[in-house]
């Protein structure tokens, strides 16, 4: 079977909405303020993990939470499309956001992952990063590809266009590896 193989280069972002207990959360204030720092700061570095003694919390990845990465709208960010191994199209962020055209060039669907303002209060954790954001692959009975068929999710968060998720004919495409390299992390909690 033919396999279709999409790559998403460039800035991304991943956001984590931290999904925390009570307890727990009030037991990590307690230890903010005995280091005079804010909890924020303290989620966001990896020793903090390692004090806890804690040994199904070893970092930020290991918190229950409610992840979204994405690519940003940049001018680094780009997506291959390969088909039968030939590479069918490459094209910029640009083209994807592009609301100025008569004719848009690929189906997008709005996806309000994060409403207009309207964020659930907690903590949040948001990590910047560069490189190969993600590499994701279906298996099609099709013998040609049809660029209509896919549905690119877009959203927004922070005044920043993302890209949320990938369908080909509303199947979800299957993750294959990522590479990137960390260029900013911060954390922010709304009450």
């Not at 055209?101 to 303002?117: D, Y």
């Amino acid at each position: 079977m033919p396999q279709i193989i999409i790559n998403i280069f460039g800035e991304g972002i991943e956001i984590r909405h931290l999904l925390l207990d009570p307890e727990i959360l009030e037991q990590w204030n307690e230890i903010a303020c005995r280091k005079n720092k804010v909890i924020t700061d303290l989620i966001t570095d990896p020793f903090f993990y390692h004090a806890l003694r804690n040994s199904n919390i070893k970092s930020l990845e290991n918190i229950n939470a409610n992840l979204v990465k994405a690519m940003l709208d940049t001018t680094m960010s780009q997506i291959e499309i390969w088909f039968k191994r030939h590479k069918v199209i490459k094209f910029k962020s640009y083209e994807l956001f592009n609301e100025m055209v008569l004719f848009p060039l690929f189906q997008t669907k709005e996806n309000l992952v994060f409403g207009t303002n309207d964020l659930q209060s907690g903590l949040y954790s948001v990590k910047k990063e560069k490189g190969l954001l993600r590499s994701i692959a279906i298996e099609i009975s099709d013998e040609q590809l049809n660029l209509d068929d896919f549905i690119f999710e877009v959203s927004s968060f922070q005044n920043n266009r993302i890209l949320t998720n990938i369908t080909y004919k509303n199947k979800q495409l299957r993750f294959i590896k990522s590479d990137t390299l960390i260029t900013h992390q911060s954390a922010f909690e709304i009450i």
